[in-house]
């Protein structure tokens, strides 16, 4: 309960609390999924929209876990699908939230060929990667965004492959909203998860998330402590999108933090449109 009364919470009175569930995190001590999640118990309290009317979908792996640590209506789908999953349920009831979230290795393997198509469509949906450059949850394999030379559980010489940049590629596929986070800042997590679901269009949130079982020394949150940079500290114009693109240039060496981008001209929703569609070809009642 969140009021000093026995009353249920209201909009107006939601505290993080009221956002998280009675299932206990299965993830490893330390692990930085746990500052993720109370990151959006914070987002989704400033919202203040009832668990009911947020729909959580997910992937597979230790990250996508996360919906069922959370009281909004939640599904654990299948590896890779989280996003065109999320954009059914936003097409088939356009009034829900819809978070979608998954780790790098399920957005960008197997899930890699849904995020251009769900950028370019542009449904109102927040997409939050936790990005831990490994994959955690089958014992630390390489992903596509180990840095080159790393030893892994299927790299034993060192990764031979070039990692992707995954904040260079939504912005080049034009996404509206792009933003990286680190558990390590927990304030400017949970405000810019906020941001992200108050951006009307798809929204993209990076999050290095730290795995401390699998993941590489230099990826942990006390040398994210010590070498992020903050977007807002710098300056950053987040409206400029060439800017946006050249500080993600550096994504793997310099660690920046905050909105690299946010279209200050968003265009029309794809669900918004159909919306509008069916309203203007539903027919009229006659005198
Ligand atoms: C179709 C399919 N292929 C492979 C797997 C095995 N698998 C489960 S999770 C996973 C990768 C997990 O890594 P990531 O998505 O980065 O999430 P993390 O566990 O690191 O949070 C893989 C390969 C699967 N479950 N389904
Ligand atoms: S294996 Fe890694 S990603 Fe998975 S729960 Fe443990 S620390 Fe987190």
Redesign the pocket.
């Known amino acids: 309960m969140s009021s000093a009364c026995d009353c249920p919470p209201t909009p107006e009175t939601y505290q993080a609390r009221d956002f998280k569930s009675d299932l206990k995190p299965i993830w490893c001590p330390g692990c930085g999924?746990y500052g993720v999640v109370t990151a959006i118990y914070r987002a989704l309290a400033a919202i203040k929209r009832p668990p009911h009317e947020i729909a959580f979908i997910s992937?597979?792996?230790?990250?996508?876990r996360i919906p069922g640590y959370t009281t909004a209506y939640g599904f654990n789908t299948?590896?890779?699908r989280a996003l065109p999953i999320a954009q059914g349920i936003k097409m088939a009831n356009p009034d829900l939230l819809v978070l979608a979230a998954?780790?790098?290795?399920?957005?960008f393997?197997?899930g890699g060929g849904h995020v251009p198509h769900a950028i370019r469509r542009n449904l109102n949906i927040t997409y939050i990667v936790?990005d831990?450059q490994?994959?955690?949850?089958?014992k630390g394999?390489l992903?596509p965004t180990t840095p080159r030379g790393t030893k892994t559980s299927s790299s034993a010489y060192g990764s031979m492959e070039n990692p992707m940049n995954p904040l260079l590629f939504v912005l080049a596929c034009g996404a509206g909203f792009v933003a990286q986070g680190v558990p390590a800042d927990m304030d400017g997590l949970a405000k810019m998860i906020e941001a992200a679901i108050r951006y009307p269009g798809f929204a993209f949130v990076n999050i290095q998330s730290p795995?401390v079982t699998f993941g590489s020394a230099d990826t942990q949150m006390k040398v994210q402590k010590a070498s992020m940079k903050k977007l807002e500290a710098e300056g950053h114009d987040t409206s400029n999108r060439l800017r946006a693109m050249e500080l993600a240039q550096d994504y793997g060496k310099t660690l920046y933090t905050g909105i690299f981008y946010r279209n200050p001209e968003p265009p029309p929703t794809y669900d918004s449109l159909i919306q509008k569609l069916q309203a203007d070809m539903a027919p009229k009642a006659t005198a």
């Open positions: 999924d992937g597979i792996g230790c990250s996508s299948v590896h890779g998954g780790g790098d290795g399920d957005g393997s197997i936790m831990n490994i994959y955690g949850l089958t394999q992903s795995c």
